[in-house]
Structures are given as structure tokens and as C-alpha cells.
């Protein structure tokens, strides 16, 4: 059962967006369990606000010293060299990111020293700048992850934002990124699988292991090493079924293929005119085919939300004016899709 405060992925990204944006350089902890994209909505806003490549320290991998520096003598005492993968704004730049990674992993002699950089933004003599924010991360114990205890001190110092899993993001993300069709049609139909933790496997399905999953998959490799033989094997049957998937290019064509039966099917078909379409005359038919076959609703909203991320607003009008069922469709649902934090605004 969720957390009343947990963020999905688009969630977080809003809220660091805002932060970068309003210049708030407040510590901020990002928890949740593994695989699911934290560093990678850190990467996002980076991006977006035109900063440098995140400084991604895994803190897990690191000594005390590697933080703290190096002792070198200096008329008769001892200075501290910090390290160079410690932001400086010469080499740096003045604005950016430092992502203390798996911080919880780190053992307390390493957590000692990040606690002086994080509450003090400084180590010794050296000194964040002041441009640069410092966020981190780390899995639950829940997670089955090998962690320890925050201190206290800590623990009160950070801002703590909870992210689950989401789908409707991984699906953003899956368009975005252009992973296999036959990957993400599964995960609509058997959301429960986008993260399943089984403590007894060592591969088990997450965002991150589906996208290596689409990786094998695109290339005719079997995905069981990247999620697991029982997800992998639900997968297989479910290929299997797509063999009813109709023509789909003969949809675009304006011609009016048999539906298939089957609800997994059902969103192979949707998923795939979504990926196919081009332009507002293969919108108007696709979408018309999939209203004229009684495609359940939840069906055609994965077919405009996946075709408004692949193509231009006005497409998506443009085959508005030339299919009146889409037109329609479009009608009834727009006030459900405007308020609808999943799907977000489509028209």
C-alpha cells in the first residue's frame, strides 16, 4: 500500500523543476525503491534547465578520504586537497547538480563526512559552490537493499520525497525513448508487472530491467535475464495472442480489418496504431477503427495519449475535423482527461 505522500516520477519532476527554477539549493533525499528512474528525473532536469551532467557519487563505492581529501604539507602544516569530482565553479561551471547516490548504502564513516558537505556545504576548506544543489537518493529497507540507519541530524537536514512506481510515466518515457511496442502493449495490460520485487531472484521487473527487457526483445533475445522467468514466461503467451492482431498498416490504408477478440490483443492493436501513425489521415482512421470496433475507453485514451506524444497538437486537431467519432471521443472525454493527473491534458 502507497504512502499518502509518495510522487510519481512526473511528480518529482515537477517539484525539482520548480526548485531549480526558484533557485532553492535545499538538501533534498529522494527514496524509494530500485529501478524506478530517480537519477534519471535528476538527468531530466538537469537537462531542461541547461546545467551540466549531473555529478552522480555513488557513496556506497567511496572511502572517507576519498570525500574528505588528501593531506599535503604546507609551510609546516597540513592542507586538505579535495577531490576533483567535487564540483568547482572554474571547472564546473557556477549552476549544476551533486547526486550522492545509494547514500544510505554508505557505511557511517562515509555518511559522516557527506553529512558535513550536505549540512555545511563544505568539507575542510573546500566549499560547495553556491550555485550547485545537492540532492541524494537510496532505497528503503523494505526494498530488500542492504542500508543503513540515517542519523538523526541527518535525516532532519533533507527534504524527503517518496517516488513509486507509475505507469502512465514509464509509458511517456517508453514512447519518448522508443522502446519495443510489444513491451509497453504488456504493461498495459498487466500493469502489476511495471515493479515486482521477488527478494529470491536476482532479475525481476522494474522500469529500468524492462528497457533492458526491450533491448533483448528488439533484437530476438529472450528478456527472462533482465526480468525473471515468471514475468518473462507471461510475456511469451502473451506474444502468443498477438497473432490475432490484425493488419494494422490496412487500418491506415482506410480499410476495416476483423478486431481481434482477445483484451491483450485489444491493446497490441491500440498500442501499435499509435506508434504507426503519421499524420491526421492515418489519426482519423486508426482512432475511427478503434471506436467503430468497441475499443474499450481505456483503450482509446492510450491511443490519443501515446499518439499526442509522438506527434504535433495540431495532427491530432487536424484528424479531429475529419473523423466525427474521434471528434466526439474527444468531446466526451476532454474534461476527464484536463483534471486527470495520468494522462494529463490531451486537447
Not at 86 to 104: C, K, M, S, T, Y
Not at 202 to 224: K, Q, T, V, Y
Not at 292 to 317: C, K, M, S
Amino acid at each position: 500500500m502507497s504512502r499518502p505522500e509518495e510522487m510519481t516520477p512526473a511528480q518529482l519532476l515537477a517539484f525539482l523543476d520548480r526548485l531549480v527554477a526558484e533557485n532553492l539549493t535545499l538538501s533534498l533525499m529522494i527514496w524509494g525503491p530500485p529501478g524506478i528512474g530517480k537519477s534519471s528525473v535528476v538527468r531530466q532536469v538537469a537537462q531542461k534547465h541547461g546545467l551540466p551532467e549531473p555529478i552522480d557519487l555513488r557513496l556506497s563505492q567511496l572511502a572517507p578520504t576519498d570525500l574528505r581529501g588528501l593531506p599535503v604539507p604546507e609551510n609546516g602544516v597540513s592542507r586538505w586537497w579535495p577531490p576533483e569530482f567535487l564540483p568547482r565553479e572554474e571547472v564546473h561551471g557556477p549552476r549544476g547538480i551533486l547526486f550522492l547516490d545509494e547514500l544510505n548504502m554508505a557505511p557511517p564513516a562515509v555518511q559522516g563526512i557527506a553529512q558535513q558537505l550536505i549540512l555545511d556545504r563544505q568539507v575542510g576548506t573546500y566549499r560547495v559552490p553556491s550555485g550547485w544543489f545537492i540532492w541524494a537518493a537510496g532505497n528503503r529497507k523494505e526494498d530488500a537493499a542492504s542500508v543503513y540507519a540515517m542519523p538523526a541530524p541527518l535525516a532532519n537536514r533533507f527534504l524527503h520525497l517518496h517516488i513509486r512506481p507509475d505507469l502512465d510515466a514509464f509509458t511517456q518515457y517508453a514512447v519518448r525513448n522508443g522502446l519495443h511496442g510489444d513491451i509497453l502493449a504488456f504493461l498495459r495490460f498487466r500493469p502489476q508487472l511495471l515493479h515486482q520485487l521477488h527478494r529470491e531472484e536476482p532479475a525481476w521487473p522494474s522500469p529500468r530491467s524492462w528497457e533492458m527487457a526491450s533491448r533483448l526483445h528488439a533484437r530476438g533475445l529472450p528478456i527472462a535475464p533482465a526480468v525473471g522467468p515468471g514475468t518473462a514466461g507471461e510475456f511469451e503467451a502473451f506474444l502468443r495472442v498477438l497473432q490475432q492482431v490484425p493488419d494494422l498498416e490496412a487500418v491506415l490504408q482506410g480499410q476495416n480489418p476483423r478486431p481481434p477478440k482477445e483484451l491483450s490483443a485489444r491493446y497490441a492493436a491500440a498500442v501499435g496504431l499509435a506508434q504507426r501513425v503519421a499524420e491526421a489521415r492515418q489519426v482519423a482512421r486508426a482512432g475511427g477503427w478503434l471506436i467503430q470496433n468497441n475499443f474499450p475507453d481505456e483503450l482509446l485514451y492510450l491511443f490519443a495519449f501515446i499518439t499526442l506524444e509522438r506527434l504535433d497538437r495540431g495532427v491530432w486537431a487536424e484528424a479531429t475535423q475529419q473523423s466525427p467519432e474521434l471528434n466526439q471521443f474527444g468531446q466526451r472525454y476532454f474534461q476527464f482527461s484536463a483534471e486527470s493527473t495520468g494522462w494529463g491534458s490531451l486537447w
